[in-house]
């Protein structure tokens, strides 16, 4: 799979959608997907929450980047990148 690029639209893939956190954990939300659900916490969540079909990568990794301003601008790129693309390949995130 490759990578996103600065103009790709990442989404849920068909058949994903956020469920309730049973625990009432407003920090936790839960992924559900074809073959199971992921509970997602703090960056993973924040990524994920981001991936709405409208927002491009380059998009997003500017939001983020502002965000997490003490964090290596690369170092940021290259890690939602990667999260991204094991997304794809578990077919939860399309772009």
Known sequence: MAPPQDSSQPRLA???????????NSDERML???E????LQSTGRQVLERCDGRRTFGD???ELQQQFERT???????DISMFLEQLQKK?????
Do not use: H
Request: aromatic share 10%.
């Open 14 to 24: 068909t058949g994903c959608r956020w469920g309730a956190d049973k625990g009432g």
């Open 32 to 34: 559900l997907f074809p």
């Open 36 to 39: 199971g659900a992921i509970k």
């Open 60 to 62: 997003m990794i500017a």
């Open 72 to 78: 290596d601008p690369a170092k940021i790129r290259s």
């Open 91 to 95: 077919r939860i995130v399309d772009y």
